[in-house]
């Protein structure tokens, strides 16, 4: 479980920034726009995001309600709050970090 | 902190409702639309479009379950939805169920019906503070003289010899049953009166509910006229009167005042209604030789059981030096009180514990069968499920909860069976039973209960499960309904269920049978009377009311006024009852051999009776005469021996003329003046007959049993006898009345009993092994009906097929049969204390039991074999 762990802490993270960016949406909308950003190098296993949309939800930093989408059909819509914003913040920062550090690391060996 | 509220929201979730099956399956509905419309929007067709859809999403079934195990605590919520399912699953088909939780009711209530008794006897403590530090003190006699007896009561003398020198005992008390006739308040009335020493409540730690318990003070002879009522005589004869407490009552015709109240929890000894003061006098403490008292103790903390009997033997060995007369051959035992209470029952208990553990087994194996029937039925569904992506063991998980919900099921049931039946089981116990009172279903009872079903439903589930879940998801699918699985695979699983079930049932009935084949012989035995038309009833005479001139003058005139009695064809009366076991046993000395002190004669049963008394219950006079009303106090002492006694001491001479000395009684040499036929004095199972009779004018104990033939009905008589004894003394209380053959029957109430109910639960296992015999050859045949027709197209016979079936329904039978037998034969022993005039390996039961669990076998398999015969050889070829 090691990998899925990792890939469920950053679904996390692009999920949180997503709904950041784009305002409430649905969770088909939050996989495509995912997939669209990572240039579709990235599949969002539904499997994962439901459950993960559920723990963010339990967490309190977003929260989901039924409306209508684009082309009219019913959709649970989800939106960040303010402690999703806070948690994206302190989040984001901690990835920069993480992803600096790993970057010295590994840069050396490429020449 | 976040951490912690997350918790509590998946915690409540599922109980809360939180997000609801239907709306995260909307949610994924959703999901599919919105992508569907993407990919017709790329220019895909609508049916590619939506395909595409599914196979992105992952499998529908796996996405719901991730989705559901982030909801709340995925064991948790799993469970409750699998609960739910199973019910569903159950209630649709009704048949199964209903089935299934009829045996488990059965199985389980017959375990927690007798687990009920077990507890109650066997294993709850007695009610008395630090019961386990309790024990009862007994004598072990001389061995030649009491071949087989371990347990003896005890003499005053030693009794005090023992106090006085062990320092094992925080305390030690002795005590003695008691006549108590109570009479001045409504119908007289012989109550069980238990006279005990002034150590005795504070051996038990017994407290009353009202008032005192009997205390030092109490013994002395001038007060000693105080007593102790039972709560229940307390409650039924003087209305519960919480002011009862410094009235006075009449017993045996002197004025005692109450000083207490003692609550029925803590009756001891279990049959007294009242405790009086014992207060011997000097001449009664002095008594080395006659043991008619039972003593109790309670253990220092320090000290345990064996210490104890290390150092009683001490004693009695010193006591066997210093006073060889009395007490040569006499040892001391020391047993826990729970142990020696409940001692006579517990291997019959055990025994039907045993019995209802095999019943539950065999139950358990029917289950499993069932569902290993309904899982064929069931198997696409299942592999549906697989396919969809559910884990085996989310799967087994829910085959187990749903073997699970059917054993909780059946434990209600069971539940309610064994409330209903555990009155019924007490009362058929009958006086043999201790502490009959205290069962009841309490909790332990019902933790039992509760484990018990928890084992059934995993025991029978795991094989099912385990079993539908290993095939191959796809083969189950190209299948067709009603005819998946691995074939030869699941027949021998099902076959070795049913040779278990065989076996178990016949090790039961084994027993039953061989306790059939005892109360058979019980009933064979000859008592030496003719119980037919014969009433018994106790006439208590207290010695404060008659002194001995005066009760011979009582039994003259009852017996005079009875025999006048219309329907009355002859009366006497006898101290103690035949085949009741209880009495009078006394050591004899034969006039004319060397003399020996008391401890070393041999010792015999000696019966006090009237005139009349062989005439009344047939018995035969070999030789002699019998006793006339001229053998009164006063004259000449005589005796009348019983054959076997005649054989014992004058063999091949007549006794009649020879003297003898009955040296409990007094030092006379009393004369043989007859030879009687020999009677079952200790009951239908002893060999021993040797009785010593002497008539009641020369010796006069205060104990009467009025022995009545009538011409009719006994019972019809009675309202008359009762009549003419109460025409002399108004107040004298008659009780126990029963007929003589009643008396003989409650002799053997134990054998009856334990007969009873292990005939039921053998009959009850045949029963379930019948069915599930049935059960693999009907599946046997469903499944092979293609084989079956081909053999039929190819032209065999129907005798053939009938044949073919049969065959393979008794393998299983055999094998079971053979198992049987031989746990049977490993298992008889535990059998050997009830069965009597069989042993436990009696071949003719094991033949006959053997033959019909193969009868019945062959029973079973007939309708399978008939139905295989019906199969349509074109039909079960096309359907293929």
Not at chain 1, 1 to 21: E, P, Q, S
Request: hydrophobic content about 45%.
């Amino acid at each position: 479980m090691g990998d899925g762990d990792v890939w469920r802490g950053t679904l996390a993270l692009m999920v949180l920034k997503t709904l950041d960016t784009m305002g409430a949406q649905h969770g088909y909308g939050i996989a495509r726009r995912i997939e669209q950003t990572s240039g579709d190098r990235l599949v969002v296993q539904y499997g994962t995001l439901y459950p993960a949309l559920l723990k963010l939800e339990q967490e309190g930093w977003i929260r989901s309600d039924w409306g209508i989408s684009d082309n009219n059909r019913k959709a649970r819509f989800y939106a960040i709050t303010r402690a999703g914003r806070k948690a994206l913040e302190r989040e984001s920062r901690e990835w920069e970090r993480t992803t600096e550090i790993l970057a010295r690391f590994l840069a050396p060996e490429r020449t | 902190m976040r951490r912690l509220r997350g918790w509590i929201r998946r915690a409540v979730a599922p109980i809360a409702g939180g997000r609801s099956d239907a709306d995260i399956d909307a949610e994924l509905r959703s999901h599919l639309e919105l992508h569907t419309d993407d990919n017709i929007r790329a220019g895909m067709t609508p049916d590619e479009a939506r395909r595409r859809a599914w196979i992105a999403l992952g499998g529908v079934e796996r996405s719901r379950d991730a989705y559901r195990d982030q909801r709340g605590f995925p064991m948790l919520d799993a469970i409750v939805r699998d609960i739910r399912h199973a019910a569903r699953a159950l209630v649709k088909s009704p048949g199964f169920t209903t089935t299934a939780i009829a045996i488990l009711g059965l199985g389980i209530g017959a375990n927690a019906a007798i687990f009920s008794v077990v507890n109650a006897v066997v294993l709850r403590p007695l009610p008395f503070p630090d019961a386990s530090r309790l024990v009862r003190v007994w004598h072990t006699p001389p061995r030649e003289q009491f071949p087989g007896v371990t347990r003896f009561s005890v003499s005053p003398a030693n009794y005090l010899d023992w106090q006085a020198e062990s320092t094992a005992f925080e305390h030690m008390a002795v005590y003695g049953y008691r006549e108590a006739n109570l009479t001045g308040r409504g119908e007289p009335d012989a109550l069980q009166g238990a006279g005990v020493s002034s150590e005795f409540f504070e051996v038990l730690r017994a407290a009353p509910i009202l008032g005192r318990v009997l205390g030092p003070g109490d013994e002395d002879p001038v007060r000693s006229h105080v007593v102790v009522l039972g709560e229940h005589i307390w409650r039924t004869r003087f209305g519960a009167d919480p002011s009862f407490v410094g009235q006075a009552v009449t017993l045996n015709g002197e004025p005692y005042t109450v000083v207490g109240v003692l609550a029925d929890r803590m009756r001891f000894p279990l049959r007294a209604d009242v405790w009086l003061p014992l207060a011997w006098n000097a001449e009664e403490r002095a008594v080395r030789g006659n043991h008619n008292y039972l003593v109790v103790a309670r253990l220092k903390a320090t000290a345990d059981v064996r210490q104890a009997n290390a150092e009683l033997a001490t004693i009695s060995q010193r006591l066997e030096r210093q006073y060889p007369a009395d007490d040569k051959g006499w040892g001391a035992i020391v047993l826990p009180l729970q142990q020696d209470i409940v001692s006579d029952v517990r291997v019959g208990l055990l025994v039907l514990l045993g019995a209802v553990a095999c019943v539950l087994l065999i139950a358990c194996a029917n289950l499993a069968n069932l569902l290993l029937a309904r899982g064929l039925g069931r198997s696409r569904e299942i592999a549906i499920r697989a396919a969809v992506g559910a884990s085996r063991a989310r799967i087994v998980q829910q085959l187990l909860v749903e073997s699970s919900l059917l054993a909780a099921s059946g434990a209600a049931v069971g539940l309610a069976a064994a409330a209903w039946s555990i009155g019924l089981i007490t009362k058929s116990f009958g006086a043999t039973l201790p502490r009959a009172s205290e069962v009841a279903l309490d909790g332990r009872v019902l933790l039992y209960t509760c484990i018990v079903a928890i084992v059934t439903g995993l025991l029978a589930g795991v094989a099912p499960a385990w079993r539908m879940t290993r095939g191959d998801a796809g083969e189950a699918l190209k299948q067709g309904m009603g005819r998946g699985g691995s074939h030869a695979g699941e027949r021998r699983v099902r076959n070795v269920l049913v040779t278990a079930e065989v076996a178990l049932a016949l090790i039961l009935l084994v027993g039953a049978g061989l306790l059939i084949r005892t109360l058979a012989q019980l009933r064979a035995v000859n008592p030496g009377i003719d119980p037919h038309h014969v009433v018994t009833m106790g006439v208590v005479l207290s010695r404060a009311e008659y002194d001995k001139p005066q009760r011979a003058q009582f039994s003259d005139e009852m017996l005079r006024r009875v025999r006048a009695l219309p329907g009355v064809e002859a009366a006497a009366t006898i101290d103690s009852l035949p085949v009741d076991d209880g009495g009078s046993m006394q050591p004899v000395a034969i006039e004319g051999d060397a003399p020996r002190p008391l401890s070393e004669q041999p010792e015999m049963a000696v019966r006090a009776i009237t005139p009349g008394y062989l005439d009344t219950v047939r018995m035969r006079l070999r030789d002699g005469r019998d006793f006339t009303d001229a053998d009164r106090d006063g004259r000449p002492p005589v005796v009348l021996v019983s054959a076997s006694t005649a054989h014992r001491f004058w063999p091949g001479r007549s006794p009649v003329g020879q003297r003898l000395v009955l040296g409990l009684l007094d030092s006379q040499p009393r004369e043989v003046v007859g030879v009687v036929s020999d009677v079952k004095v200790h009951g239908l199972q002893s060999t021993d007959t040797q009785t010593i009779y002497v008539p009641y004018a020369q010796v006069r104990q205060g104990y009467e049993t009025l022995v009545v033939r009538s011409a009719g009905d006994p019972m019809g008589v009675v309202p008359a006898v009762v009549g003419a004894i109460r025409s002399i003394n108004p107040g004298q209380p008659v009780v126990d009345i029963a007929t003589m053959d009643s008396v003989i029957g409650e002799s053997i109430a134990q054998q009856r009993f334990a007969m009873r109910l292990l005939s039921a639960f053998a009959s009850l296992a045949l029963l379930l092994g019948a069915i599930g015999i049935y059960g693999v050859l009907s599946y046997g045949v469903r499944q092979r009906i293609t084989e079956i027709g081909i053999r039929m197209a190819l032209g065999a016979r129907a005798l053939d097929v009938v044949r073919m079936v049969i065959v393979e329904g008794l393998k299983p039978t055999i094998v079971g049969v053979a198992i049987g037998v031989a746990g049977a034969l490993a298992l008889g022993q535990a059998l050997s204390s009830l069965v009597f005039g069989v042993t436990p390996r009696d071949a003719a039961t094991f033949v006959v039991v053997s033959m019909v669990v193969l009868g019945v076998g062959l029973v079973a398999s007939i309708v399978p074999a008939y139905r295989a015969t019906r199969v349509d050889p074109l039909l079960a070829l096309r359907a293929d």
